[in-house]
């Protein structure tokens, strides 16, 4: 995806749509080059293509997600590769972020993804030097991750250092949490597991609770987001013994 795709996708995240001509002139291209820019993002199933025009997709999958702010996920996600060591056993849970992020791994060579979701498996399916390993359990069709009894059981049999998660929002009240009662579960186990916990999330899940808490604040070792995050949110954290890494 090069830059122009990616403000495309950023313009989108701030409307509920907008017009092949709108987007010429903004970005100072032809019309002609525009379509194409959009045909690519909709065959990654970033958007939608409308008459005249584009919307992002709607649904809650991964594909749907990856375009609503894109380009703060992005930065946040190339950040976070920073962290990961050649050679490196890491597990990568769930997440819009956590998806880019495992595609900007494609060039590290030696290192071991463990998983729980299937599309961000996928995402490495190409990098031959990066060694997959994917959990079992009950197959989740909208958000591609496995959750459940198998699940925690796989989880205890691998070893790990770094644990990277997704969490759906964030409040000093409420802490970390998630709308999915069950990847929540599976999230926490991972954490306990690991030896560091981080999470990536861009600056629109702080300040919003959802329905299962994830895990106690002091269990994550470190937060990378994008540099809207809010004062409040980023104090608290760091009075709390959490790095906050601003992309």
Avoid: W
Avoid at 2 to 22: C, H
Avoid at 50 to 70: E, K, Y
């Amino acid at each position: 995806m090069n830059d122009r795709q990616s403000k495309i996708l950023g313009i989108l995240s701030n409307g509920d749509q907008t017009s092949v001509n709108k987007l010429s002139l903004e970005l100072s291209v032809s019309s002609v080059t525009i379509r194409q820019d959009l045909n690519y993002l909709e065959k990654e199933g970033l958007l939608k293509r409308v008459h005249g025009g584009a919307v992002l997709r709607g649904a809650d999958d991964i594909p749907s997600r990856l375009g609503i702010n894109f380009e703060k996920k992005i930065v946040v996600a190339r950040r976070a590769v920073s962290l990961v060591e050649d050679g490196e056993t890491i597990f990568i849970e769930s997440g819009s972020i956590n998806a880019l992020f495992a595609k900007e791994l494609l060039n590290r060579s030696g290192i071991t993804v463990v998983t729980t979701n299937l599309f961000i498996a996928r995402q490495l399916r190409k990098a031959k030097h990066v060694q997959v390993v994917l959990m079992g359990g009950i197959y989740q069709h909208e958000s591609e991750s496995v959750v459940g009894q198998l699940t925690k059981a796989c989880i205890e049999q691998v070893n790990f250092g770094k644990a990277f998660i997704g969490i759906d929002g964030f409040s000093p009240e409420a802490g970390f949490t998630s709308k999915d009662m069950m990847r929540a579960e599976i999230a926490a186990q991972i954490i306990g597991r690991s030896r560091e916990a981080i999470v990536l999330t861009d600056s629109s899940k702080f300040g919003h609770n959802q329905l299962r808490r994830i895990c106690e604040t002091e269990q994550i070792r470190c937060v990378i987001t994008d540099r809207d995050v809010p004062q409040e949110s980023r104090t608290f954290l760091e009075d709390r013994g959490v790095k906050v890494i601003v992309a």
